[in-house]
């Protein structure tokens, strides 16, 4: 800053007020600016405890499609193709267990990891593809953990017409 | 000459702390997606290799199928059914509001989100009120495949 000379400091300070004065005063004095950060902690801390609270950590669900016929299941036209029928049933095997049967062949799978070679070799043959119609029909105790493990193995199999069946 | 020796104050550091608590926050903001009020905690099918696709449905109606029963041998279980986060309520009453929302929007698509240990039966009759109501689109809930496949 350019200094002023001793005349023109005395001219201002006699031209001031004793209230401009004192506010001088004031302003001399040097106080260090301190920036406060302790509403900022608190509230970063309390961001960090909200969080850490309602965070849950889960596994991500996700959708299998379906298609359900229009009138309740009820046949209008007689399938051209016979459909491959998946036969789900519970078993005494461990807990909660369940066998597969496949109508007209005769080495069925044991689980749905199996189903998914099998239908992709049925499909192989002469008469079937990936449109033909893959009907899961499952009795009325069987988990449902069971069904929808053979649905996705219908899927992974490329399968383009699966439907759920009755027994 | 002697210099004065100058007074040092003890100060505590704040920037590592700062440093650390920011970080905190900014790992729980990119990994938190606040889960929706409609799934109801339950156990999802967990198929393997799962095909399931975590895609966004619009015009969706979430049937929440949970159950009272331990093992699917238990036939003394229940299977208590609810739209979304709503209270539970009866097969009846849903086909009615599914009836409802179907008129008001033919685009309905139904997503069933079933309990893996109840009967098939009882998810059955979900889907049955579902095909009366002649809403064709439908969703089932499993898990997303993991990074194990």
Same mark, same amino acid.
């Given at each position: 800053?350019?200094?002023?000379?001793?005349?023109?400091?005395?001219?201002?300070?006699?031209?001031?007020?004793?209230h401009t004065r004192r506010y001088r005063r004031k302003r001399k004095g040097?106080?260090?600016?301190?920036?406060?950060?302790?509403?900022?902690?608190?509230?970063?801390?309390?961001?960090?405890?909200?969080?850490s609270v309602t965070t849950t950590f889960r596994r991500a669900e996700g959708?299998?499609?379906?298609?359900?016929?229009?009138?309740?299941?009820?046949?209008?036209?007689?399938?051209?193709?016979?459909?491959?029928?998946?036969?789900?049933?519970?078993?005494?095997?461990?807990?909660?267990?369940?066998?597969?049967?496949?109508?007209?062949?005769?080495?069925?799978?044991?689980?749905?990891?199996?189903?998914?070679?099998?239908?992709?070799?049925?499909?192989?043959?002469?008469?079937?593809?990936?449109?033909?119609?893959?009907?899961?029909?499952?009795?009325?105790?069987?988990?449902?953990?069971?069904?929808?493990?053979?649905?996705?193995?219908?899927?992974?199999?490329?399968?383009?017409?699966?439907?759920?069946?009755?027994? | 000459?002697?210099?004065?020796?100058?007074?040092?104050?003890?100060?505590?550091?704040?920037?590592?702390?700062?440093?650390?608590?920011?970080?905190?926050?900014?790992?729980?903001?990119?990994?938190?997606?606040?889960?929706?009020?409609?799934?109801?905690?339950?156990? %999802?099918?967990?198929?393997? #290799?799962?095909?399931? +696709?975590? !895609?966004?449905? &619009?015009?969706? /109606?979430v049937i929440n199928c949970r159950t009272t029963q331990m093992s699917p041998?238990?036939?003394?279980?229940?299977?208590?059914?609810?739209?979304?986060?709503?209270?539970?309520?009866?097969?009846?009453?849903?086909?009615?509001?599914?009836?409802?929302?179907?008129?008001?929007?033919?685009?309905?698509?139904?997503? %069933?989100?079933?309990?893996? #240990?109840?009967?098939? +039966?009882? !998810?059955?009759? &979900?889907?049955? /009120?579902?095909?009366?109501?002649?809403?064709?689109?439908?969703?089932?809930?499993?898990?997303?495949?993991?990074?194990?496949?």
């Amino acid at each position: 800053m350019r200094s002023r000379g001793p005349s023109n400091r005395l001219q201002t300070m006699m031209d001031a007020t004793p209230h401009t004065r004192r506010y001088r005063r004031k302003r001399k004095g040097k106080s260090p600016l301190v920036l406060n950060l302790a509403p900022m902690i608190d509230v970063t801390f309390l961001l960090l405890i909200f969080f850490s609270v309602t965070t849950t950590f889960r596994r991500a669900e996700g959708f299998l499609a379906a298609k359900l016929p229009k009138d309740a299941g009820r046949p209008v036209v007689a399938m051209p193709i016979t459909p491959i029928i998946v036969r789900i049933e519970p078993a005494d095997v461990g807990f909660g267990g369940y066998q597969l049967r496949v109508d007209h062949f005769v080495n069925a799978p044991a689980t749905a990891g199996e189903l998914v070679g099998f239908l992709r070799e049925i499909h192989d043959q002469p008469g079937f593809s990936n449109e033909t119609p893959v009907v899961l029909a499952a009795t009325p105790d069987v988990a449902w953990d069971h069904v929808v493990a053979c649905w996705n193995a219908a899927l992974r199999a490329n399968c383009n017409n699966i439907s759920f069946g009755r027994q | 000459m002697l210099r004065k020796r100058e007074k040092s104050s003890i100060t505590f550091n704040m920037a590592p702390m700062i440093d650390v608590v920011f970080l905190l926050i900014i790992f729980f903001m990119l990994v938190s997606t606040f889960a929706s009020a409609e799934n109801i905690p339950m156990e %999802i099918p967990n198929p393997e #290799r799962s095909l399931a +696709e975590n !895609v966004k449905i &619009v015009d969706r /109606v979430v049937i929440n199928c949970r159950t009272t029963q331990m093992s699917p041998d238990d036939e003394s279980g229940k299977a208590v059914y609810s739209i979304g986060p709503n209270r539970p309520e009866s097969l009846e009453s849903i086909s009615k509001r599914l009836a409802a929302a179907r008129s008001a929007n033919p685009k309905l698509k139904v997503i %069933i989100r079933a309990d893996k #240990r109840l009967r098939y +039966e009882h !998810v059955r009759a &979900v889907m049955s /009120v579902v095909a009366e109501n002649e809403i064709e689109d439908m969703s089932l809930v499993a898990h997303v495949a993991g990074l194990d496949g």
